[in-house]
């Protein structure tokens, strides 16, 4: 879909990467010139702003919110894939919100 849109000239992307080991494409638009901006996701690897809320920070305060009411059997489900099928470390997780929201949840820092 990127090659597309270079195509047709855009002047800009406003992106949401849906894996962050998977960024040649963007990599490639910058490379040419294009700004690139990424939303509600980041990379280190990739040279582009980003617009993010604290996916962290807000796992952290909605665990403690509901422990303090009372909760203590709490779990975080996402919809995310992975080469195995289980979660090995939330580095394994190719989006940085939710691999943050992981990190939230399971007090990681």
């Known amino acids: 879909m990127v090659s597309v849109l270079l195509r047709q000239r855009v002047a800009g992307l406003i992106v949401a990467p849906t894996d962050a080991r998977q960024l040649d494409h963007l990599k490639s638009a ?41 909760h203590r059997h709490v779990a975080y489900v996402t919809a995310m894939t992975s080469r195995s099928g289980r979660l090995a470390a939330p580095e394994d997780v190719g989006i940085s919100a939710v691999r943050e929201r992981i990190e939230g949840f399971s007090g990681r820092v």
């Open 30 to 70: 910058i490379t040419s010139g294009v700004p690139v901006v990424t939303l509600d996701r980041w990379s280190p690897d990739l040279p582009a702003d980003a617009v993010c809320g604290d996916d962290r920070a807000s796992a952290i305060s909605v665990l403690q919110h509901l422990q303090g009411a009372g």
